[in-house]
């Protein structure tokens, strides 16, 4: 069985490092002097390779050492292989370094292993049966807000560095229990997983860093997401955020999109003015189903549209009121992709454009029932204005029941600028 193999190849990994890490090796530098690789990475590579070509031939296997059978596409099984997670802590602390193995199947990460090889600790996860520390069954991680979370993270995320404004990420450290850097991301996640950290934050991780631990967090109720809160990839370098589902929110919600820091921080999506209403218009509807008023809107007011790599994301209006008063109108974010912190970026960008043209005050309006939208715009900022009764009846709106509550009075809301 594919379990038992996989364990008993790590194990058998395992104790060549045990055996070889007093001894000399070779080390050369990766992209610098704090990315190395030691002959130790490579021949431990080598040997899990072997033995899965060996007793797999028809899966796929990415390792980081390159000694692998790279898939065109994540079809069939594919092995995630580091076969030192840590090397700096290998060479230099000659401990808390892991090998972490993943196995993949049709895209979904079925098996995670990481093995703390000098503790000899063995962590095992099966999708949808678990995760065990040496055999024994990990318990559900606990609910933590960042305020009592105690914290893995790598430390060059809050100095200066080309991922990531450090602010975003500076007042986790010191809002949190406690921070500790322990430069073994597998591991991070395991220890998440077994409750000894309460989250793990990383800016540039690839799929042989974190897809084990990430199976082991999930399966005992945590989640591993991207830092703002989308799907980690498993074809490239992505940021990592990890923990319980109360920490995850807190961290997307509180840090990540608080005052402009994500658009910065999240070069791939861009905000542009809009020169198509057919490239926009399934979108501004899903905001307001009432398409002439739409398309009157659009020819009176300035319409951005949001893409996400080369995907139509999400798009928004700016409507000139006068002088001192500029509205935001239909705001809408394509629904497979709400939830990822498009809207609030896109509400950032509105209030930035809306600075720029001089008004003084943002005017937004929406309905008494949409309490999601009533709750977004006042973390941005607004305060209620006005109400106006029976609004959406009195302008033909079809019937509609949000959240319990029947859709009637319009509610404007303002912001000054
Ligand atoms: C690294 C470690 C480190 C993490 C890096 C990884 P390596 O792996 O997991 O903690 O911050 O992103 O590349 O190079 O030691 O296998
Ligand atoms: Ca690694
Ligand atoms: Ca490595």
Same mark, same amino acid.
């Given at each position: 069985m594919l379990e038992w193999f996989a364990i008993d190849l790590i194990k058998q990994a395992g104790e060549y490092i045990r055996l070889q890490i007093d001894e000399s090796y070779r080390i050369e530098r990766k992209t610098g002097k704090g990315d190395l690789v030691t002959e130790i990475d490579r021949a431990v590579e080598q040997l899990i390779v072997d033995r899965i070509r060996e007793a797999y031939p028809d899966h796929h296997i990415v390792g980081e050492e390159g000694i692998s059978t790279e898939p065109?596409?994540?079809?069939?099984t594919v092995w995630f292989v580091d076969?030192?997670?840590?090397t700096l802590n290998f060479i230099h602390?000659?401990?808390?370094?892991a090998i972490s193995v993943a196995v993949m199947v049709d895209e979904v990460i079925e098996y995670g292993f990481v093995y703390d090889v000098m503790a000899d600790e063995l962590f095992v996860a099966r999708r949808g049966h678990g995760a065990t520390l040496n055999g024994r069954k990990l318990t559900t991680i606990h609910e933590h807000h960042v305020r009592d979370a105690f914290l893995s993270m &790598?430390?060059?995320?809050?100095?200066? &560095?080309?991922?990531?404004?450090p602010e975003i990420l500076a007042p986790i450290v010191r809002d949190s229990v406690g921070t500790r850097a322990h430069g073994a991301a597998s591991l991070e996640l395991a220890w998440l997983a077994a409750g000894r950290v309460d989250g793990y934050i990383t800016m540039r991780n690839m799929p042989w860093d974190y897809a084990a631990g990430k199976l082991l967090v999930e399966e005992v109720g945590g989640r591993v997401v991207s830092l703002y809160g989308e799907p980690v990839r498993y074809d490239g370098k992505t940021s990592v955020l990890a923990g319980s589902e109360t920490f995850v929110k807190d961290v997307v919600k509180h840090?990540?999109?608080?005052?402009?820091?994500a658009l910065e921080a999240r070069p791939d999506l861009t905000v542009t003015s809009n020169e198509s209403y057919d490239r926009v218009r399934d979108l501004l509807v899903l905001a307001n189903p009432h398409e002439e008023m739409v398309r009157e809107q659009y020819e009176t007011g300035k319409t951005y549209e949001a893409m996400l790599g080369g995907e139509l994301v999400g798009a928004y209006m700016l409507v000139r009121r006068n002088d001192d008063l500029i509205e935001l109108v239909n705001i809408a974010v394509k629904p497979d992709r709400q939830n990822q912190t498009i809207g609030q970026r896109m509400l950032q960008d509105a209030i930035r454009r809306a600075e720029q043209t001089g008004a003084r005050h943002m005017l937004v309006c929406t309905g008494n029932s949409s309490i999601v939208q009533l709750r977004f715009y006042q973390q941005a900022g607004f305060r209620f204005d006005s109400v106006e009764r029976d609004y959406f009846p009195n302008h033909g709106y079809a019937a509609l029941e949000e959240d319990g509550l029947p859709l009637r009075d319009r509610i404007c809301l303002t912001r000054e600028l």
């Open positions: 065109d596409d994540l079809k069939g076969p030192i997670d840590g602390q000659k401990r808390m370094f &790598n430390a060059t995320w809050v100095t200066p &560095n080309q991922q990531i404004a840090y990540v999109i608080a005052k402009g820091a």
